[in-house]
T-cell receptor, first 111, second 120 residues
Framework: KNEVEQSPQNLTAQEGEFITINCSYS?????LHWLQQHPGGGIVSLFM???GKKKHGRLIATINIQEKHSSLHITASHPRDSAVYIC?????????????FGTGTRLTIIP | GAVVSQHPSWVICKSGTSVKIECRSL??????MFWYRQFPKQSLMLMAT?????????EQGVEKDKFLINHASLTLSTLTVTSAHPEDSSFYIC????????????????FGPGTRLTVL
């Protein structure tokens, strides 16, 4: 079983729909990242969370440390949001800088 | 925001040749850089952790003599794929760790745009 699990693996939605992507992890963490990878391959860091909730434009990320779960929400989705969204966690070991990645969620927004 | 660049963005080479990929942090100093490899439709796999001024730490299964990493300055790390073979064809991504950068409260990683390597 992977230490970081994402669901769904693939998601297709109509433009304007509210999108939720989930991430569950099984290890203690100090931080969780949400990343966006466009078809060209480049990766953009969307959020880094250690608690609570963050919002940037139409994107909202939440994390529940007790439940070891995070969600990424996209409001008023747009075709340009089509990408692979990756959850990555930084383990809670002092000096451990490595990230453990989920397998990603491929989001397709249809006009 | 913090910017990490990679050069080249893509490269095609013949089997047996060596290829060097550069990773630069453009507006911050990165004491640590990470090199990842990504095969189609798979997630990123960490290859090695590169610390400025010291030897890189390689993940299990990654050949250090084949994937040479040099982190000579706080803004530049290079990955050289030596004697490349078709199975080395992949998407290589670096990230740079920002710690104590001016508008980040905790350390985070910034990713480069990636380099697509095709070995013929």
């Amino acid at each position: 079983k992977n230490e970081v699990e994402q669901s769904p693996q693939n998601l297709t939605a109509q433009e304007g729909e509210f999108i939720t992507i989930n991430c569950s992890y099984s290890v203690g963490i100090s931080a969780l990242h949400w990343l966006q990878q466009h078809p060209g391959g480049g990766i953009v860091s969307l959020f880094m969370l250690s608690s609570g909730k963050k919002k940037h434009g139409r994107l909202i990320a939440t994390i529940n440390i007790q439940e070891k779960h995070s969600s990424l929400h996209i409001t008023a989705s747009h075709p340009r949001d089509s990408a692979v969204y990756i959850c990555a966690v930084k383990r809670a070991n002092f000096g451990n800088e490595k990230l453990t990645f989920g397998t990603g969620t491929r989001l397709t927004i249809i006009p | 925001g913090a910017v990490v660049s990679q050069h080249p963005s893509w490269v095609i080479c013949k089997s047996g040749t060596s290829v060097k990929i550069e990773c630069r942090s453009l507006d911050f100093q990165a004491t640590t850089m990470f090199w990842y490899r990504q095969f189609p439709k798979q997630s990123l796999m960490l290859m090695a952790t590169s610390n400025e001024g010291s030897k890189a730490t390689y993940e299990q299964g990654v050949e250090k003599d084949k994937f040479l990493i040099n982190h000579a300055s706080l803004t530049l790390s290079t990955l050289t794929v030596t004697s490349a073979h078709p199975e080395d064809s992949s998407f290589y991504i670096c990230s740079a760790r920002s710690w104590g950068w001016s508008d980040t409260s905790t350390d985070t990683q910034y990713f480069g745009p990636g380099t697509r390597l095709t070995v013929l």
